[in-house]
């Protein structure tokens, strides 16, 4: 079943808290730009349940299976169903009923700027080095070397790499397929904060039993505001027929404070098909939504070669050994499980645009539009080895594979 696509237009602000809590005197309750995957799957289930009849509400709540046609997608209280945000990124709409991807940079990219004031940019692809490169660089790009990998750097070089740089739907295709990077792909920090900004509002806090102000107890609370024409996009796996007509033009709380967005059916022409290099000899795997794996920083499936070492990905005729991987500081992942009245487990979570470089030992390009698809629609771990991990039901753990250029 192919993704559908879909766009979260705020009505209002919107919040997504971290994990940490907040509420003494001058405090900040800090938002991130993005949920996670977990908040929009909670709100997607959410939104087609309350569409149910009663008697199919009770029916969840009792871990019993739903009758009606997209019973199989929601699930029950305790158990997925087959509905996956398979992707989730900001969007924003470029034409009627179409929306472009506005995408985190990828962490084997880096930005070189022209002049001192930053005013020219070009993308770069950081090459890989030999094991006797320079552990500052090594350090600086923030490459995760393991036995048998290679660090990732930009020889020769003037480059800056300022925060909070995106790339637009037509630099990611460009990116997936191993070209380089158009400048007009780039949008900066400054160019972001037009379409999407987090803005601080100041609050007072109130006494539980009296509901009256408490004197010197002032906090901060972030929003986002995103502008006209912007929200988040989503694309969804496992969703049904029957399933789109009910979310089409629905109202969903989302966030914090379950603010208001309305979901709205898209067509996405840059990430509808799967882009790759027209004769591969290397590939990637890039990270889309957080990944939490069992073994932290590589993804499931990615296992020790006995006979030579390393790390290899296997995938029926495909194999490709690991060469080199750009992977961030990783986030922590938590939550509220509503069926169980508790936290859920703290797990770490590899952030969206880390890299993972792989050098092809066997396998046609067939395979790999095989491998492409398949990891558009579940997760890393559920495809490479059919068992999927803790988190996939709620939308961790999605990479996409691209080329190296």
């Not at 199919?56 to 019993?64: A, M, N, P, V």
């Not at 996956?84 to 962490?107: C, D, I, N, Q, T």
């Not at 070669?305 to 995938?315: K, R, T």
Request: glycine share 14%; hydrophobic share 40%.
């Amino acid at each position: 079943m192919a993704l559908s696509w879909w766009m979260l237009e705020p009505v209002d602000v919107l919040a997504f808290r971290g994990n940490r809590g907040f509420g003494q005197s001058s405090e900040l309750a800090e938002t991130a730009l993005l949920p996670r995957p977990s908040v929009l799957t909670g709100a997607l289930r959410s939104a087609l349940l309350v569409r149910l009849a009663e008697q199919d509400q009770r029916r969840f709540l009792r871990d019993e299976p739903i009758t009606h046609p997209i019973g199989a997608a929601i699930g029950t209280a305790r158990r997925f169903g087959t509905l996956r945000v398979a992707w989730a990124s900001l969007g924003r709409r470029s034409g009627a009923g179409e929306a472009e991807p506005l995408v985190p940079l990828p962490l084997d990219l880096a930005v070189a700027v022209d002049d001192p004031g930053g005013g020219r940019a070009e993308v770069l692809r950081l090459r890989e080095v030999g094991q006797e490169a320079d552990t500052v660089l090594r350090r600086r790009w923030g490459s995760t070397l393991a036995e048998g990998l290679r660090p990732l750097v930009v020889p020769g070089a003037r480059v800056k790499q300022p925060a909070g740089c995106w790339l637009t739907g037509t630099g990611w295709q460009a990116w997936l397929a191993g070209r380089e990077v158009p400048r007009g792909a780039l949008l900066t920090a400054a160019q972001m904060e037009a379409l999407a900004g987090v803005e601080a509002r100041v609050g007072i806090a109130l006494d539980r039993r009296s509901r009256r102000a408490q004197e010197s107890r002032l906090y901060v609370s972030q929003y986002v505001r995103f502008r006209e024409g912007v929200g988040i996009l989503v694309g969804l796996a496992g969703l049904p027929e029957p399933g789109e007509g009910q979310l089409d033009g629905t109202l969903v709380r989302l966030g914090g404070d379950g603010r208001a967005a309305r979901l709205r059916s898209v067509r996405c022409p840059s990430l509808e098909a799967p882009t790759l290099p027209e004769e591969p000899a290397s590939m990637s795997l890039v990270a889309v939504t957080p990944g939490v794996f069992r073994r932290g920083w590589l993804p499931d499936g990615v296992d020790r070669d006995p006979v030579e070492g390393g790390w290899v990905l296997a995938w029926g005729g495909l194999r490709a050994r690991l060469r080199a991987a750009a992977v961030g500081a990783a986030e922590v992942v938590t939550g509220w499980s509503m069926s169980e009245g508790r936290p859920k487990a703290i797990a770490a979570a590899v952030p969206p645009g880390s890299v993972w470089r792989f050098e092809l030992e066997s396998g046609s390009r067939e395979d790999l539009e095989r491998l492409a698809g398949a990891l558009r629609e579940r997760s890393v771990g559920e495809v490479l080895t059919g068992r999927p991990g803790s988190r996939d039901g709620e939308g961790f753990s999605s990479c996409w594979l691209a080329g190296v250029g």
